[in-house]
């Protein structure tokens, strides 16, 4: 069986545990096995239900005093355990931050390799292509192991439910873990924003060097309001001091997956595409029409930011 970790925040399902059984099915197919999935530190019912719904045949929960929050040393050392007595045909991850530092401790553990953000796996003769260099690079790589260690690159399908859902069996699973583990493990947290977040806005209005100060932003907060989306920016504009780094989509700032991305002053570096290649359609407002973002866009209008923004908005008022 292929074995899917499904990440979750004290009970709430992460969106990348949700891709990751997606690549699943399709790879449990091409395995021609059943898809389990493994929920740690939690035996909460909306979970396995959710599980099944994206096909998981059978879900193994692990509770345990160390497991009461996320830890990474932990969870990977639950992954070490599970494999030799699960006996997985390989186990899958969703390729976010957690996923990978899960399953890179596991690979430590198992003294295996570990093949992370993979965009298509071809389980005969384990050949793999994987992004590299924060999406500038795919990478062709033969794996050669008895239980390959894998996680789906982050946006690399839309999550969704399997045709025919589940109802999974639930298997308990006992694993002995030291206490010395739970010395990473989350402690606490603070809540920089509430609702949508610009990770999850099904909207993001993008601004950057363009947009030419922080006040130039205003527009662009208004149509971000009335498409009920979240306003991000490039990096330049953060290193202007012009919005703050929680706003910045890119390599080094937050990956993206909204139905549209609207660009607007935006150039597109490699490293600001790498934030937002996951957006569903992109709209590019750009004054250059040579421009990497508009390029890459699926419409483009090629005119001043400053104008076009605000008539955006008026449309969209007028119609209402």
Known sequence: MLLVILEHDQGVMAEAAREALTFGRTLAGRMGVPMHAALIGSEEAALVAEAGAHGAGVVHTVVHPVLSDFGPEAWGEVIAVMVPRLAPAAVLAGGSDRGNEVMAQAAARLDAPFVANCL???????????????????????????????????????????????????????????????RTVVRDRVVLSAGVTLS?????????????????????????????????????????????????VGQTGTRIAPEIYIASGISGAIQHWVGAMGSKHILAINLDPEANIVQKADWAVIGDLHEVIPAISEEIRSRR
């Open 200 to 248: 999850t806005a099904p909207v993001v209005v993008g601004g950057g060097r363009g947009v030419g100060s922080a006040e130039g932003f205003a527009p662009l907060e208004d149509l971000a309001d009335l498409l009920g989306g979240k306003v991000g920016c490039s990096r330049a504009v953060t290193n202007n001091g012009w919005r703050p780094h929680s706003d910045q």
């Open 120 to 182: 298509d796996v071809d389980p005969a003769g384990w050949s793999i292509t994987r992004i590299q260099w924060g999406g500038s690079l795919l990478e062709d790589v033969t794996l050669s192991v008895d239980v390959p260690l894998l996680s789906c690159g982050l946006h690399a399908v839309a999550a969704e439910a399997a045709e025919t859902p589940t109802e999974p069996a639930v298997e308990e699973f006992e694993a002995d873990l030291d206490a010395a583990l739970s």
